[in-house]
């Protein structure tokens, strides 16, 4: 966590100095997102199962800063409340080496939830083309409550999906498009994905949002 934070604040630090004198604007966000996993599968299914993973909708909301560095290009760092998450499906037929003929098997698959709170800090190399701009940049994260709820009774649910709290940080990659509606309202979407492996899943979502300049 430590580390996550100093590159954060490392990160923001020099732009905040940069700024001075720069044109400067503050505003709140918010909107849904659409959220899944991509399910890096172990063929060693003694530590880990796959699983298949289906989208889930989530929403955020937070504030930002648009730091000018000129007419065409400005910064924005935000900080963002998100919740996340997918619908699993775990199938008998994944489970086929660990379990043989003669165990006797009451469920043929099991149904999960998975819920997850995070902070999110994307910071963004913004492109302005009149009304509509252009947004690429990393996202530093950290998923402060996971949860996971099964919805059939699982088969050894420890073995089946990881509740680990040792994977909180990701570290992603996001890019997005926007257009401005007014002066103080602009819509957006954009897109993330998580370089850093979490449970033996990288994130992938969709986010639709409405911001208010201040």
Do not use: C, W
Not at 42 to 57: E, M, S, V, W
Not at 72 to 97: C, H, Q, V, W
Request: net charge neutral.
């Amino acid at each position: 966590m430590k580390k996550t934070l100093l590159i954060g604040i490392l990160t923001i630090f020099p732009l905040l100095l940069f700024s001075q004198n720069k044109k400067i604007d503050f505003g709140i966000k918010g909107g849904i997102n659409y959220s899944n996993y991509i399910d890096n599968i172990d063929l060693n299914l003694f530590t880990h199962i796959p699983a298949d993973y289906n989208g889930k909708i989530g929403f955020y909301i937070g504030a930002y800063t648009n730091i000018g560095i000129n007419e065409l290009i400005s910064i924005k760092p935000e900080l963002l409340i998100s919740k996340t998450g997918s619908k699993a499906i775990i199938e008998f037929k994944d489970l086929r080496n660990i379990y043989t003929s003669q165990d006797i098997l009451v469920y043929q698959e099991t149904k999960a939830v998975i819920d997850e709170y995070n902070v999110l800090i994307p910071i963004l190399l913004n492109l302005d083309l009149n009304k509509y701009f252009f947004e690429i940049g990393p996202q530093f994260g950290y998923a402060f409550s996971r949860n996971i709820s099964y919805k059939d009774g699982p088969i050894n649910s420890q073995l089946i999906l990881k509740n680990s709290n040792s994977e909180n940080f990701e570290f992603a990659g996001a890019i997005g498009f926007g257009y401005r509606l007014s002066e103080l309202y602009q819509i957006d979407i954009r897109y993330s994905y998580g370089f850093t492996e979490r449970q033996h899943l990288n994130s992938s979502i969709l986010y639709f949002g409405l911001s208010y300049k201040l």
